[in-house]
T-cell receptor
Framework: NAGVTQTPKFQVLKTGQSMTLQCAQDMNHEYMSWYRQDPGMGLRLIHYSVGAGITDQGEVPNGYNVSRSTTEDFPLRLLSAAPSQTSVYFC???????????FGQGTRLTVV | AQSVTQLGSHVSVSEGALVLLRCNYSSSVPPYLFWYVQYPNQGLQLLLKYTTGATLVKGINGFEAEFKKSETSFHLTKPSAHMSDAAEYFCAVSDGGGFKTIFGAGTRLFVKA
C-alpha cells in the first residue's frame, strides 16, 4: 500500500543546477499537486494537475516546471536552483472534489 | 480569494488538559475546511474535514472541530491532551475542487508531562 511516493528524500544542490523531484501515486487519483513548506508559512501551492496532460500554476510557481504525462506521475523540475528554493517539498494527490489529499513523505532540498 | 489564519504558532498544554487550536478563514464561496496533522519528518495526514451539514465534525484521535460561519472560524479541540498529540497542525480551506487547498501557517502543539 504505497500511496504517494516521493524521491529523493534529501538533496543538496549548488546554485544554478537543475534537478527533478519525483512523485508517483498508485491510487489512480486524478488530482496531484506540489507544495513547498517553509517555517512559519505553512504549505504553499506550487503547481497542480487535474489529470494527465493538464497542469496549472499555484501560488508560487516561479522557478518550477511540471508536466503530467501519466495519471501516476507528477514530477517537479527546478530549472536553475536558487538558495530561496531551499525548502521541504510535498507532493499530494486526491480524487478531487471534497476528498482529502494524501501526502508523500517530503523531499528536503538544500540549495547552497 | 481564500485564506487561512492560525492564531498562535506554538501552543503548549499539560497532558490531560484541553487542547484548543484556533483557525479563522476567509472565503468568497462556501468553504470546505480541513485540519491536517504532521508528525516529525512525516507528510500531512487528515484529522477531519467539514464540507456541508453538521457543523460539529469529529475526527481521528479524539479531535473535533466546529464550523462557525458567523465567526468564520473552525477551531480544533480535544478534551484531554496526550503526549502522542505533540505535532504540527494545519488548518486548510478549499474551494471544493480539492486540488487548490490553501493551508495556514501551522500551529505546533507541545504536550508537557
Amino acid at each position: 500500500n504505497a500511496g504517494v511516493t516521493q524521491t529523493p528524500k534529501f538533496q543538496v544542490l549548488k546554485t544554478g543546477q537543475s534537478m527533478t523531484l519525483q512523485c508517483a501515486q498508485d491510487m489512480n487519483h486524478e488530482y496531484m499537486s506540489w507544495y513547498r513548506q517553509d517555517p512559519g508559512m505553512g504549505l504553499r501551492l506550487i503547481h497542480y494537475s487535474v489529470g494527465a496532460g493538464i497542469t496549472d500554476q499555484g501560488e508560487v510557481p516561479n522557478g518550477y516546471n511540471v508536466s503530467r504525462s501519466t495519471t501516476e506521475d507528477f514530477p517537479l523540475r527546478l530549472l536553475s536552483a536558487a538558495p530561496s528554493q531551499t525548502s521541504v517539498y510535498f507532493c499530494a494527490s486526491s480524487t478531487g472534489g471534497l476528498a482529502e489529499a494524501f501526502f508523500g513523505q517530503g523531499t528536503r532540498l538544500t540549495v547552497v | 480569494a481564500q485564506s487561512v489564519t492560525q492564531l498562535g504558532s506554538h501552543v503548549s498544554v499539560s497532558e490531560g488538559a484541553l487542547v484548543l487550536l484556533r483557525c479563522n478563514y476567509s472565503s468568497s464561496v462556501p468553504p470546505y475546511l480541513f485540519w491536517y496533522v504532521q508528525y516529525p519528518n512525516q507528510g500531512l495526514q487528515l484529522l477531519l474535514k467539514y464540507t456541508t451539514g453538521a457543523t460539529l465534525v469529529k475526527g481521528i484521535n479524539g479531535f473535533e472541530a466546529e464550523f462557525k460561519k458567523s465567526e468564520t472560524s473552525f477551531h480544533l479541540t480535544k478534551p484531554s491532551a496526550h503526549m502522542s498529540d505533540a505535532a504540527e497542525y494545519f488548518c486548510a480551506v478549499s474551494d471544493g475542487g480539492g486540488f487548490k487547498t490553501i493551508f495556514g501557517a501551522g500551529t505546533r502543539l507541545f504536550v508537557k508531562a
